[in-house]
């Protein structure tokens, strides 16, 4: 948020020494002002304030960005109260005090003039244009309230005529103040190019265009003097990245080209929020209220020329493969001479250092030069330094440090720059998962980085296909065109995942050739054996390529589980390395002179869709591992699982017989219910296997016998036996559901109590299950019970989009199997210690409701009648009637207080007339509603 200044402040600000302004400075500051006198003082106040906004050429020519920005902002508030006063003048009003009028000012609370001389800050990158004057609305509107208010209770107020009267109403006075407002706002915009950043009040074509433009518009704010060279040679190598490639890919086919940073880069859109302590941005609720942006540009232009740049970082969050990383580079070569620019990718400098050392440590990587912060900020002569601290998240992954204090460092190193004067901004990012491990200060602006949406897709392809024109010419192969795009265009707008799949397409059109029915498992099955098999090829012979194809496969497989079972996005190489030892056997590779690699080095060094997190600790690198999209590890996980299903039902056709030890210790971490797009991979891939089908319900009927000593090792969480056997269980179960199982008798053994049966699991999931995980597994699985002939009971089973909820009618049979007391279930929940004894407890006044009463072979609930008229709310009148009987018709059985509470309290939310005409209709119905009418009406309602 921008400063907010008190007016005198501004005025000396701005005035220098002019002597008008320092009277009027000493007048301001007088302990004993009134808000009248600065009424009656309006037209010095006006001269001096149009004189100030006038001189803008003075009070913005300072080299210094510090003393440049605060004069501004504070020329803004000058503008804020001169439009007040303008207002007051032009309505005409002249006061005229009475000797007791004199006296009553004289006792008025000397707090109206501060809150007419605190005014709201300017607009900013994160508080709109539009924002702002919807504060200045309510303030001009505060302001002419009180005056409004006193005038009406002087003497010169009962000879105004009507018309007179309603040009000084509280309306028309802030109206006149804002529209006075906003033409000065104009004015000064055209001059002075901060105010037309802050309100986007720039040239439409800068409002979406590319980061180059930022470079032109900053350019027109003051000049600077020449740095030395030290600093100019820190810029210059920061430019140099724009001549590079827009990533870093390793080898890529003869002839291919990547296209250049200054020419690729697409500008993304975002969500912008500001942020503190309790916020948490990694949240999708918390960008709920925020509207999609795409003026970026000019939004990183008013940033970086508002104060609070040199109080609070700017948080930029965006998901692996965003383009978090290349917006630094992008933004550290376009910054201009007015400012300096100092990159620090987190992910190369020690994890443990203090914020000033990791900035050291990032200029000498970059050039080589050991420079001092304190010396090289003093040598930037006025010169905004900006800092980009890249890869906030790495730290976090790589050295499990929580680092919720990180960001109050930022701020904190920000302050005492700002007092020493030398003020700094600071861009940090972030992956947006792990926004909640750190603390935001308060007033911290947070971007969030967007997809790429269609015009910007086609212009990526656009720069693509132009690039590689020589290259699909000399190949005989079709460019990568929008129509290809669309159908993958969850991946396509993420700008690493485009360039992933323009890679795929660029080898003999694969994604073309498939266009048309190439589903999600297809692609991401080609799409890996693709990436595999080009860099497998570099070091095997060509016979055993496409079994060492399955084998990385299945080690990232391996991978994907490690980080599913500890319930992240990612995994450290540490705990990659220990999975891989149990689970998969090594890959003898050639003997080579250089230093081998570790497990996951080598699984995930070749991959193009996987990214690797790195930080510097105590002189160690410390690695971490994920997927640049998630569904990329969900859909390892899949075939995993499904690869392990054929296998034993193959197993189970020879003498050798099934060992599921392997599938069972992957799935006895986690269920799979966390990880929606994996049961609907598994759905794909196992769902007209009548022989899968088949084999998951043997090895569920069969579970009690299963052992975990095979890969007892293999432990990504602490736990025993039971949570074991607890997480294999439910995820058999929905195994059996992603196959194609209906009903529960399909998966249990044939005679058992389905019931029962289904009890036993369910409490031993709730039991050893997380409440996280088993909440996932109550909204992945929808349960409907089944009474069938010949007093059978089954139950029917389905999975259900996640949130999705629906209950049939309960049948009482159903429930009279529980063979329970309401007292009984009380004591049960009570001994378990359940939530539900909560609910019973809440409940309690109508649990003597719960009774069963048998008319013409029926069973029905006395409790259940009373609770429908809780649930009419905006019910029918039909309903209404309908429900009043139904509670008429055991008001014999139960206290009749009851049904005279819960039929008050339905009719009072009801029209007085309606009520009598309700309750009319309801006595006409049978003698025993007539009974329940007049209870009520003699009980609860006056006769009329």
């Not at 930022?410 to 700002?418: I, N, P």
Request: hydrophobic share 45%; glycine share 6%; proline share 4%.
């Amino acid at each position: 948020m921008a400063r907010e200044y008190r007016y005198s402040e501004a005025v000396t600000l701005l005035g220098g020494t002019d002597p008008r302004v320092r009277t009027l400075d000493t007048v301001l500051s007088a302990a004993t002002l009134g808000m009248w006198d600065l009424i009656d003082a309006k037209t010095e106040l006006i001269k001096v304030g149009n004189d100030l906004l006038g001189r803008w050429r003075d009070w913005r020519a300072s080299k210094v960005w510090r003393d440049r920005t605060e004069r501004i902002e504070a020329a803004h508030t000058v503008l804020v109260v001169t439009a007040f006063f303008e207002a007051v003048k032009y309505s005409g009003l002249k006061l005229q005090f009475s000797k007791g009028e004199q006296e009553r000012l004289a006792k008025l609370d000397q707090n109206d003039s501060a809150r007419l001389l605190t005014v709201p800050g300017c607009p900013s990158a994160q508080v709109s244009y539009e924002e702002t004057l919807d504060a200045l609305e309510k303030y001009y509107s505060r302001l002419s309230g009180q005056l409004t208010r006193f005038i009406q209770g002087l003497a010169i107020w009962e000879s105004l005529p009507e018309h007179k009267r309603d040009r000084y109403s509280e309306s028309a006075l802030s109206l006149a103040a804002l529209r006075c407002y906003k033409d000065k706002y104009r004015q000064l915009a055209m001059d002075v190019p901060e105010f037309a950043f802050w309100s986007s009040m720039v040239d439409h074509q800068a409002t979406r265009a590319s980061l180059g433009e930022l470079e032109r518009l900053l350019s027109k704010i003051a000049t600077s003097e020449v740095l030395d060279v030290q600093l100019q040679s820190l810029a210059r190598l920061h430019r140099a990245a724009l001549d590079r490639p827009i990533a870093e890919t390793g080898d890529v086919p003869m002839g291919m080209v990547l296209p250049a940073l200054a020419d690729a880069y697409i500008t993304p859109n975002f969500l912008a929020k500001e942020a503190g302590p309790r916020h948490n941005p990694s949240l999708e609720e918390w960008w709920e209220t925020c509207r999609l942006r795409a003026d970026f540009t000019s939004f990183l232009a008013s940033f970086l020329t508002g104060s609070a740049a040199s109080r609070v970082p700017l948080v930029v969050l965006g998901q692996p493969g965003a383009g978090k990383s290349v917006l630094t580079k992008v933004l550290a070569a376009r910054l201009p001479a007015q400012f300096l620019p100092v990159r620090v990718p987190l992910r190369e400098v020690h994890a443990g250092a203090d914020i000033q050392e990791q900035i050291e440590q990032a200029i000498y990587r970059l050039s080589g030069e050991r420079l001092e912060w304190p010396a090289l900020a003093r040598a930037a002569k006025g010169v905004l330094p900006v800092v980009f601290l890249d890869g906030f998240d790495e730290l976090l992954q790589a050295t499990g440090v929580r680092q919720s204090d990180y960001l109050k460092q930022v701020a904190q190193f920000q302050q005492r720059e700002l007092d020493a004067g030398r003020a700094v901004a600071v861009i940090v990012t972030s992956r947006t998962a792990v926004a909640d491990r750190a603390e935001f200060p308060e007033g911290t602006i947070v971007v969030r980085l967007e997809p790429f949406d269609d015009a910007q897709v086609r212009n990526w392809l656009s720069i693509w296909n132009e690039a590689n024109a020589p290259y699909f010419k000399s190949s005989q192969i079709e460019p990568f065109t929008w129509d290809v795009a669309l159908s993958q265009i969850e991946l396509a707008r993420q700008p690493l995942l485009l360039m992933m799949l323009a890679f795929y397409d660029a080898d003999g059109n694969a994604l073309r050739r498939g266009v048309k029915e190439l589903g999600r498992v297809e692609l991401y099955e080609q799409l890996m054996r693709r990436f595999a098999k080009r860099e497998l090829e570099k070091e095997f012979p060509d016979d055993q390529v496409s079994v060492q194809v399955d084998k990385e496969l299945f080690r990232l497989s391996i991978i994907a589980f490690a980080m599913f079972n500890r319930g992240r996005q990612w995994a450290t190489g540490g705990e990659v390395d220990a999975d891989l030892a149990v689970l998969s056997p090594p890959i003898i590779r050639p003997a080579s002179f250089n230093s081998p690699l570790t497990a996951s080095e080598e699984a995930f060094g070749r991959f193009f869709f996987v990214h690797q997190a790195q930080a510097v600790r105590d002189g160690d690198m410390l690695l971490t591992y994920e997927f640049l999209h998630a569904t990329f590890g969900e859909f390892l996980i899949a075939r995993l699982v499904a690869t392990l299903l054929h296998e034993l039902v193959a197993q189970e056709r020879t003498f050798i017989g099934t060992n599921d030890g392997l599938l069972g210790a992957l799935l006895s971490w986690a269920t799979l219910s966390n990880r929606t797009p994996v049961l609907n991979f598994l759905s794909e891939l196992i769902k007209e296997s009548a022989r899968c089908k088949a084999l998951i319900a043997r090895l569920l009927q069969g579970i009690d016998s299963h052992r975990y000593s095979e890969y007892a090792s293999y432990e990504p969480l602490r736990g025993g036996p039971a949570r074991r056997h607890a997480y294999y269980s439910a995820n058999l179960f929905m195994l059996g559901l992603a196959a194609g199982m209906k009903r529960a008798s399909e998966i249990m053994l044939r005679d058992a109590d389905i019931l029962a049966e289904w009890r036993k699991f369910t409490f031993l999931w709730r039991s050893q299950c997380t409440p996280t995980d088993w909440l996932g597994l109550v909204r992945a699985v929808a349960t409907y019970p089944l009474n069938l002939e010949g007093g059978r009971f089954d139950l029917h089973l389905g999975l259900t989009p996640l949130g999705e909820f629906a209950w049939g009618e309960v049948d009482s049979v159903w429930i009279s199997k529980l063979d329970l007391s309401a007292t009984d279930l009380l004591q049960q929940a009570a001994f378990c210690c359940s939530e539900e004894v909560l609910h019973l407890h809440a409940v309690e006044p109508l649990r003597h409701l719960v009774l069963v009463q048998e008319e013409k072979g029926l069973t029905k609930y006395a409790l259940r009648t009373v609770l429908e008229i809780l649930a009419l709310r905006h019910g029918a009148q039909a309903d209404r009637i309908a429900a009043y009987q139904a509670v008429a018709s055991v008001f014999d059985e139960i206290e009749a207080s009851v049904p005279l509470k819960a039929v008050l309290g339905d009719l009072s939310m009801l029209d007085p007339d309606d009520v009598h005409v309700l309750l009319e209709e309801v006595a006409a119905k049978s003698p025993i509603s007539r009974r329940l009418v007049d209870f009520v009406v003699r009980h609860g309602l006056k006769r009329r």
